[in-house]
């Protein structure tokens, strides 16, 4: 079945690091892949995007790209603040099932 | 309403005991996800509702839980005779179409002693 990898956190960062998250997935079909946030007290809400291979979804300075190659997702961004500490998450929809399926999620503290 | 609405926010309950958790979605969102949040386990995928169509009941734990849709709008959880191991934070979103953005809401946190 279709499944999503992302690395184990925590991950402990100074302010103005450069940040990546690894997700990658398995998949069936030509699934779409996504990054959710959770910061503390809120609830999840979308991060960022993308549907179909070598795209790139963007959102408040973060990126990933879509590589079907790798089936991976990787989460960067180029400079961290204090204020992106929070919970990510990568997930993707099949194309077959509609199915939203998570990762574990990954713990970001950033520290200033 | 504007959101994703849940009820109740908080439910403690006894071992044993039956749970209902409510989820009110987005007005037009065809598609309705319970997830299951529990402390280092990320979000676990539970039953998914699209439409008319018959639901993806795949990730129900166990034959305790169910969950139904009425008129393609308000969702109801059903945990049967609770256990411990139940205790987490229910999830619910909606979205529309494909790829579509996933609107969730607070979540309800069940407590079983």
């Known amino acids: 079945g279709n499944s999503v990898t992302q690395m184990e956190g925590p991950v402990t960062l100074s302010e103005e690091a450069f940040l990546t998250i690894n997700c990658t997935y398995t998949?069936?079909?030509?699934?779409?892949l996504f990054w959710y946030v959770q910061y503390p007290g809120e609830g999840l809400q979308l991060l960022l995007k993308?549907?179909?291979?070598?795209d790139k979804g963007s959102n408040k300075g973060f990126e990933a790209t879509y590589r079907k190659e790798t089936t991976s997702f990787h989460l960067e961004k180029g400079s961290v603040q204090v204020s992106d500490s929070a919970v990510y998450f990568c997930?993707?929809?099949?194309?077959?099932?509609?199915?939203?399926?998570f990762g574990k999620g990954t713990r970001l503290h950033i520290l200033p | 309403g504007a959101g994703v609405s849940q009820s109740p926010s908080n439910k403690v309950t006894e071992k044993g005991k039956d749970v209902e958790l409510r989820c009110d979605p987005i007005?037009?969102?065809?598609?309705l996800y319970w997830y299951r949040q529990s402390l280092g386990q990320g979000l676990e995928f539970l039953i998914y509702?699209?439409?008319?169509?018959?639901?993806?009941k795949s990730g129900l734990p166990s034959d305790r839980f169910s969950a139904e849709r009425t008129g393609g709008s308000v969702s109801t959880l059903t945990i049967q005779r609770t256990q411990q191991e139940d205790s987490a934070v229910y999830l619910c979103?909606?979205?529309?179409?494909?790829?579509?953005?996933?609107?969730f809401g607070e979540g309800s946190r069940l407590t079983v002693l």
């Open positions: 979103a909606s979205s529309f179409g494909f790829a579509g953005e996933l609107f």
């Open positions: 998949a069936t079909g030509y699934p779409s």
């Open positions: 993308a549907t179909k291979a070598d």
């Open positions: 997930a993707l929809e099949s194309n077959r099932d509609d199915k939203i399926i």
């Open positions: 007005s037009g969102h065809t598609a």
């Open positions: 509702f699209q439409g008319n169509s018959a639901p993806d």
